[in-house]
């Protein structure tokens, strides 16, 4: 099977639930954009360990000689707070 970042991102987000005890792709239909030369596709998720609530902001990009992965997250409450931030960390990776 040949991955693109739309693959690799979509199997990304999946594992990312492995052991939480709730877990939701806010995410429903991906696009690839270009973000600094790269392919990259980006997710939202929420999620749950025990009384932990948790939003997270994935985004896999596609470089030259590997995929890569960017994970930020906050606690559930603070999303208003720190997506401003958490859009920049994902949005300055580079290649090098």
């Known amino acids: 099977t040949e991955f693109d970042a739309a693959s690799y991102g ?12 709730e877990y939701t792709i806010l995410t429903k239909n991906p696009e690839v ?6 392919d990259c596709v980006r997710y939202e998720m929420e999620g749950a360990m025990g009384d932990a609530k948790v939003y997270y902001e994935l985004g896999v990009f596609e470089g030259e000689h590997a995929f ?8 559930l409450d603070q999303k208003s707070e720190f997506k401003a931030d ?11």
């Open 10 to 21: 979509e199997l990304s987000a999946e594992n990312l639930g492995t052991g939480l005890d």
């Open 68 to 75: 890569y992965q960017v994970l930020t997250w906050t606690i």
């Open 33 to 38: 954009k270009t973000v600094n030369g790269m």
């Open 86 to 96: 958490m859009d920049k960390i994902i949005n300055s990776f580079k290649e090098k």
